[in-house]
């Protein structure tokens, strides 16, 4: 059902008919999808349906200009645009709606996503790259409004690298960056501030991407009035218009329903982009609504009949139709059969996905009855249990958490019971436990064999003629060796490029490495990070800095519902490895002191994050993820630049694994654990603390996600029966985290002799100075007493009160 992609100048009348016709077919059939689709959720076979209803003729024209190897970015109602480019059928949409939690039934997200978000494959079924050059592509979307744009940047900026950095492999990825970056938004979106950070960064860079805004003059029920500035966004984009003297946007206005013109201007706008990389906005406007914006509510609440009667007339498949009829293409008569014929299709595929959602349902369902029965006739208290089994039976298009509940709860009836039919039971409930589970919870890290877990640790190696050095110039001679083994890595950020970063650890790069490898962008994190997604989505190597870890909190949007769900959403069909990397922890005042890992990691899950404690082990992540294919946060200690360091011989060789702790001082007495900074101080007072008799181990945790995974820490905790998780981070905040994993998950309750401490900084930001590190944040005398006050209680002979 793809659209023709060619718009060939010299097409006979017949030719042009035929594909004209093939459009109209399309948007029908999206219409159609999105009329049952609405009737679907409001008799309960769907919970939510958001659909592409009165968008559909833009998006056949954008899809006749969207070549091989471009990506789009969007939003939910692109699904004219995704059936237009052969990547949805009806059934596909259907199995969406329903949640079909199986890939091969919606490859949009494997049931993950509500419908109307959409992808397509970047990667096989064993995470390996596919040909991202022969197929077309749509980078996964997501629900909050204009969380699509940051990574646009990147897509287009993709292109730009691929044309003009030399030594890259493209295969897969790239034709001499000729691909578009085609990005979708609906016009009250375009009011967050990620619309407006994005256009700006992308006239700046000057990239291949291709903007449209969707305008129905509404967002949900409030109005353009309430949303953009003169109503009307492309007008108070002018100024970002190219002329003869400043690079710029190209700026196009067409009518939504216009479906000649509307040709033409995507033409023209892929034209532009793709052969000048200049960025395009293309504002659709006249477009409309005729179900309303979702299903969970009518639009009849707030637009008046004018309005609504004025839909009805400028409906865009309304005004194809009768454009092809006035031009000769069609009779009415002709048109209404290919309808009929449409509606009839669109029943069937819906019926054959609701078909093959149920049917696994059943079978499960009727494989647990006749365990049930069995468990019922052999128990005392057969009553019940067959009551909720007839429950069961009774359903006719059972769900699973229907299935699951009915056996857990019976599983109760028996529990006291010793018979063959409760163990068939416990078996059946953990292996279908097994079995369904990851169908909702796989994928959230790399399943791959590239995954970091998989990179093995290569230790830095040290000769006679190893110096000590400032520490900026290991991370900055391991960059070097980077950039030059790996021709796709690329850094950016503010400073990174002409200076070499706020810390000098790129010093002299860009010299070496030119200005789209190493490079200097505007304050804008949200779109530093998406410019990493999405060239990373596009299979370069980023690194993208954040320049203090306090302002990661713009970026942490993006972070959170992007990249950090990616692999999550599309069930492991896209990836990012991107790296973050940013500086943080204690040094000065309340926005360059910050340690705020407790919200960094429990909003990111999905990301791993790594806290080295100096730059040697800082630079060996870099080089353990630039082996893997995943993406990472990475904060070097803002403080521990200009401390020295030994320059390791293996320089670029030297990996440090993910998820391993490491005992950077042995001790009997008490494990105290802690990350970054703060180990300094640990340090000096477990010296302290050694003179007045009391012998403390201190693990660097190095990895908050993933943590510890050979349980290191509970392992000393059974040697010392003592622990104690320091933090700069807020009381509660990655303490609480680091204890519940210590406590609950590696069990070491069950060593304790003592209560397990946590010693945080105040709840408040760091005051500034050295006064205010000192009473905002553990101090040496901070970690020194609470250690003392521990061995205090458990010994109060031995270790008198302090005070
Ligand atoms: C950040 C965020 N805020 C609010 C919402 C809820 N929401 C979903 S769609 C929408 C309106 C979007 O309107 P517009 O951009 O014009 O797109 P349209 O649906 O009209 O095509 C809102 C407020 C959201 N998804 N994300
Ligand atoms: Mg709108």
């Known amino acids: 059902m793809q659209t023709n992609p060619d718009v060939k100048k010299d097409l006979s009348f017949e030719d042009f008919k035929a594909e004209v016709l093939n459009d109209y077919k399309i948007a029908v059939t999206s219409r159609e999808c999105s009329l049952l689709g609405r009737r679907e ?121 691929y ?38 960064a992308a006239g700046v860079l000057q990239v291949p991407m291709v903007m449209s805004v969707w305008d129905d003059e509404y967002g949900i029920s409030v109005h353009a009035r309430h949303q953009t500035t003169k109503e009307n966004i492309s007008e108070i984009l002018k100024g970002f218009q190219r002329d003869e003297n400043n690079k710029g946007y190209e700026i196009l206005r067409v009518n939504g329903w216009d479906y000649p013109a509307l040709i033409e201007t995507y033409q023209t706008a892929s034209k532009i982009a793709r052969e000048e990389h200049v960025p395009v906005l293309i504002h659709v406007n006249e477009l409309t609504q005729p179900q309303g914006h979702s299903t969970s509510g009518s639009h009849e609440r707030y637009k008046d009949a004018d309005r609504l009667a004025w839909e009805a007339e400028y409906d865009c498949n309304v005004k194809l139709r009768e454009w092809m009829i006035a031009n000769g293409m069609a009779t009415d008569d002709e048109l209404k059969e290919i309808e009929n014929s449409i509606k009839r299709e669109v029943r069937d595929g819906k019926k054959a996905a609701w078909t093959a959602f149920v049917q696994p349902l059943k079978q499960e ?85 590239k995954s970091a877990l998989n ?18 110039l290991v991370i900055r001679d391991n960059f070097d060796a980077l950039f030059s083994k790996y021709p796709e890595v690329l850094v950016f950020g503010e400073d990174a490029g002409h200076i070499g970063d706020v810390n000098q650890g790129l010093e002299g790069m860009q010299e070496k490495y030119g200005e789209l490898r190493v490079s200097d962008v505007g304050i804008r994190e949200a779109t530093i990070l998406g410019q990493g997604i999405g060239m990373a989505l596009r299979g370069l190597r980023p690194i993208a800095e954040i320049q203090y870890l306090d302002y990661i909190l713009y970026a942490l949007q993006i972070m959170s519902d992007d990249l950090a769900t990616l692999q999550y959403r599309t069930n492991g069909r896209q990836k990012a490895p ?75 060789e030297f990996k440090t694994p993910l998820g391993v702790v490491e005992t950077i ?91 397990p401490q946590t010693l945080a900084a105040q709840q408040h930001r760091p005051a500034y100075g050295t006064d205010g590190d000192y009473f905002s944040k553990p101090s040496v005398e901070d970690v020194f007493e609470a250690v003392y006050n521990v061995m205090h209680d458990s010994n109060p002979t031995d270790y008198p009160k302090l005070r």
Request: overall charge negative; proline content about 3%.
């Open 163 to 200: 044309r003009q950095v030399k030594g890259i492999d493209t295969t897969n990825f790239s034709k001499k960056g000729n691909e578009v970056a085609w990005g979708t938004i609906g016009n009250a979106s375009t009011s967050e501030g990620l619309f407006f950070e994005t256009i700006n």
């Open 365 to 449: 369902q009727q494989e647990l009855l006749s365990i049930l029965e069995n468990v019922a006739n052999s128990s005392d208290n057969k009553v019940f249990i067959a009551k909720l089994k007839n429950d069961l039976a009774d359903i006719n298009e059972p769900i699973r958490k229907d299935i699951l509940s009915t056996a857990r709860k019976i599983l109760r009836y028996v529990v006291s019971e010793t018979s063959s039919e409760k163990n068939q039971l416990v078996n059946w409930i953990n292996s279908y436990i097994e079995k369904i589970q990851p169908k909702y919870s796989s994928h959230l890290y790399s399943q791959s064999p």
């Open 578 to 652: 991107l790296i973050i990397r940013t500086r943080g922890h204690r040094l000065e005042g309340i926005w360059h002191s910050g340690s705020q890992m407790g919200g960094v990691i429990n909003l990111i899950r999905g990301i791993h994050v790594l806290v080295p404690r100096n730059m040697t082990k800082a630079a060996g992540f870099y080089n353990t993820l630039l082996e893997s294919d995943e993406p990472a946060l990475i904060v070097e200690c803002l403080n521990g630049y200009r401390l020295k360091e030994k320059m390791p011989s293996n320089i670029g």
């Open 455 to 472: 990179i093995q640790e290569v230790k830095p190696t040290y000769n006679d003629s190893s110096e000590e050095v400032d520490a900026r």
């Open 665 to 755: 001082r042995e001790g009997n007495d008490i494990t105290l654990v802690s990350y970054g900074s703060t180990l300094r101080i640990i340090e000096q007072a477990a010296k302290e603390l050694q003179e007045v008799g009391i012998d403390a181990e201190i693990i660097d945790i190095q990895s908050l996600l993933p943590f510890d995974l050979n349980h290191g820490i509970v392992n000393s905790v059974a040697k010392t029966n003592r622990l104690m998780v320091i933090d700069e981070d807020v009381p509660g905040g990655a303490s609480a985290f680091i204890l519940n994993e210590v406590l609950n998950n590696q069990n070491a309750y069950t060593h304790l002799d003592s209560k």
């Open 41 to 161: 959720v409001l008799t309960g076979k769907a919970k939510f349906g958001i659909f592409g209803d009165g968008k559909e003729v833009p998006q056949l024209a954008l899809a006749k200009a969207f070549k091989d190897g471009d990506f789009r970015s969007g939003y939910y109602r692109d699904q004219t645009f995704m059936m237009a480019i052969g990547e949805l059928n009806i059934q596909q949409f259907f199995a969406g709606l329903y949640g079909h939690p199986d890939i091969e039934h919606d490859p949009m997200s494997a049931g993950r996503q509500m419908g109307g978000h959409f992808a397509t494959h970047s990667l096989d079924e064993n995470g390996n790259w596919k040909d991202l050059t022969k197929q077309k592509n749509s980078s996964a979307d997501i629900s909050p409004t204009a969380g699509q744009m940051p990574r646009l940047l990147g897509l287009a900026q993709a292109s730009k690298i």
